[in-house]
């Protein structure tokens, strides 16, 4: 594997614990809802993509080349968003799912069911519903970037890095 795809993986990582805050951050600045709120929740998104299809298109002057990477970036930002999320249960977030805290082990006698539940509906829920969606439209976010980047430098008959 290239090394260029294993930095990929790693912002895809990053910005997925990252996206974490960003939600609560968007969620406390401009309430629940809107179009505002909507765009700027799924938008972001599209922050760490464009400048990996550039370079992934300009690198490799493909079109699925670009198309992969973008699935693998965001499927690890889900897989590292809702990790994250059982991680800020269990050891951060007392104030949001205090029943969930490390703290509660061996108090609690619902703590194990309780962890079972988020682990199998919340987290791999998510993990699911969301990866899916992100191997899809990533893998035509990609392309449709990558394709019109090729071909519009092809075009022009230079290649701009």
């Not at 930095?7 to 960003?22: A, R, S």
């Not at 922050?47 to 079109?63: A, T, Y």
């Not at 269990?90 to 703590?111: C, K, M, Q, W």
């Not at 992100?134 to 970037?145: D, H, K, Q, R, T």
Request: net charge positive; proline share 2%.
């Amino acid at each position: 594997m290239k090394k260029r795809w294993f930095i990929y993986g790693v912002i895809g990582i990053v910005f997925g614990v990252l996206d974490f805050y960003f939600h609560s951050f968007i969620s406390d600045v401009l309430g629940q809802g809107g179009i505002v709120w909507r765009i700027f929740t799924y938008g972001v998104w599209l922050v760490p993509l464009i400048p990996i299809i550039l370079i992934e298109s300009q690198v490799s002057k493909s079109k699925i080349a670009p198309s992969l990477v973008c699935s693998l970036t965001w499927l690890l930002s889900i897989v590292s968003y809702y990790l994250f999320m059982g991680i800020r249960f269990a050891f951060i977030g007392v104030e949001t799912r205090a029943e969930l805290h490390i703290s509660n082990l061996g108090e609690d006698p619902y703590f194990l069911g309780n962890w079972n539940s988020v682990l199998f509906y919340d987290i791999a829920g998510g993990i699911i519903e969301w990866g899916g969606f992100a191997v899809l439209s990533g893998f035509v976010m990609g392309y449709v970037i990558s394709f019109n980047y090729l071909y519009l430098n092809k075009l022009l008959g230079r290649w701009r890095y």
